[in-house]
């Protein structure tokens, strides 16, 4: 089938530049974000073309997107998704592309780094790990009466926190955030060990309890409430993190390690985001729970180790935002000029002070193609671009992912000349978060470089210059 072979022939072409920019770089960071881009992208052509020629044999070894085709619209292997096919591959080859371009290009004298010894910043495991706990329970009390909703209801947590946000949701978010960035970059700097090239800490060996300690109640708290976002973006980032802080001296004992903590939780996350707890109903008197909102009781899954496996390598991520660019072509959504742009000016302003602020690209998207509220679903960077301004906006926006990603590297490699430690910091993990963050902003339009910026680098980047300062803080009033 032709979807196949040009299928076949995207995937070789990436491939090809993802080598390229690997030879030029020799930076994991490049790779893993090639293939974050491919899977939201690209990946769920494959079995959706498959379903197509059996039939939606696909169900029989675990695919469950089916119910986004009702509750969205059916996609078909046709020749509207062959177009949504060639656009998702010109927005990968574009950005590997412009990385390239500039990646060739010499580098000026005054640019030119010479290896010099590095003065390390030196951050508390103490602190880290209070922000840790600290979060995790302000979180924790920001969601209580959702908690008690789900008992009451026999509803997931994930479910009521997504489909009744209150209005603390977004620091609720930004709580998590905080919490697993913390953790991970606490655990990379302590095994980096004496190899620690810019992150350096005590190696006294409690830190190392107290991590593990609370990497069940970090990742713990995470998956009762059904959140693998915080836990994949962390993860990215702190493997990326620990390579760039040993400066690829790699211990694989520590980073095998460091993995399994990471994959466990992501593993059974679909599992446990459909369990309801309650049991709560033992302790409390939820007769007092107002629930104020028309919920029915959802039917799930039963919970067992072949659906969680299957959940977790045949995961929905790798269609819904996927085939958005097939709604947009098939329903002939028209342009909107700007509506991206407009939406993300307008988000500076908190909601608490403008509560009807412009609504953003993707509110416009599910309304145009009809779909079903109160469903999770994305649309894909690219098909969000596309609806703004056509298949210029396509280029635009490969281009300007493919300039943050070059950018971002470059100042990676002149850390020793920045003197400000707090725009050091920023520099030393903004190429690492770029690439965890990639997941997050592809399954968003342009309005989601508000969230690269503030969740993805600065917000680290405070974490990190926060466990910096308390002890000199502290130290000085003594």
Not at 269 to 285: C, H, I, K, Q, V
Not at 430 to 443: D, E, K, T, Y
Request: hydrophobic share 50%; net charge positive; charged share 15%.
């Amino acid at each position: 089938m032709i979807h196949y072979l040009f299928l076949s022939i995207y995937t070789l072409i990436i491939l090809i530049l993802g080598y390229k920019i690997w030879s030029n770089t020799k930076n994991i960071g490049f790779v893993l974000g090639i293939l974050v881009l491919y899977y939201w992208s690209m990946l769920g052509s494959w079995f959706i073309v498959f379903d197509e020629l059996t039939n939606q044999s696909g169900k029989e070894f675990g695919l469950a997107y089916y119910h986004y085709l009702e509750v969205l619209f059916p996609v078909h292997a046709d020749n509207m998704y062959l177009k949504a096919i060639h656009f998702y591959a010109f927005f990968i080859i574009t950005i590997e592309l412009v990385v390239l371009y500039f990646l060739s290009k010499p580098i000026s004298t005054s640019e030119q780094i010479e290896p010099e010894q590095n003065k390390s910043i030196y951050i508390s495991h103490k602190w880290l790990i209070t922000i840790c706990i600290f979060c995790v329970f302000m979180s924790l009390g920001l969601i209580v009466n959702e908690i008690l909703i789900a008992a009451k209801t026999n509803n997931s947590i994930y479910y009521i926190t997504r489909t009744q946000q209150g209005r603390f949701f977004t620091l609720h978010q930004l709580l998590n955030q905080a919490a697993i960035t913390a953790l991970f970059v606490g655990m990379v700097t302590y095994i980096s060990k004496e190899k620690a090239f810019y992150l350096k800490g005590t190696l006294e060996k409690k830190y190392l309890y107290l991590y593990f300690l609370t990497v069940f109640i970090v990742e713990g708290y995470l998956l009762m409430i059904g959140n693998k976002k915080e836990i994949f973006f962390g993860g990215l980032f702190g493997i990326l993190v620990y390579l760039k802080n040993v400066n690829y001296k790699i211990n694989y004992r520590w980073l095998s390690m460091f993995i399994i903590i990471i994959a466990l939780p992501l593993v059974f996350n679909d599992g446990f985001r459909s369990y309801s707890p309650t049991f709560l109903a033992e302790y409390f008197d939820l007769s007092t729970i107002d629930e104020e909102i028309d919920i029915k009781e959802v039917s799930y899954t039963a919970f067992t180790a072949k659906n969680t496996i299957f959940r977790f390598l045949f995961s929905n991520e790798m269609f819904v935002p996927h085939f958005s660019m097939y709604g947009i072509i098939s329903h002939d959504v028209p342009f909107t000029y700007g509506t991206s742009l407009v939406s993300l000016g307008a988000s500076v302003v908190p909601r608490a002070l403008w509560p009807n602020r412009p609504p953003g690209i993707y509110e416009y998207y599910a309304e145009s193609v009809n779909a079903t509220e109160g469903t999770g679903y994305t649309i894909h960077h690219a098909a969000a671009w596309y609806l703004n301004f056509g298949v210029i906006g396509i280029i635009i926006g490969a281009i300007i992912v493919g300039l943050l990603w070059f950018y971002l590297y470059k100042k990676s490699n002149q850390i020793q000349i920045i003197k400000n430690t707090f725009i050091k910091i920023f520099f030393i993990i903004g190429f690492s978060a770029f690439v965890a963050q990639l997941p997050i902003l592809i399954r968003n339009g342009p309005e989601g470089y508000k969230a690269l910026l503030i969740e993805g680098i600065v917000l680290p980047t405070l974490i990190i210059y926060f466990a910096y300062l308390m002890p000199k803080i502290l130290k000085f009033k003594k």
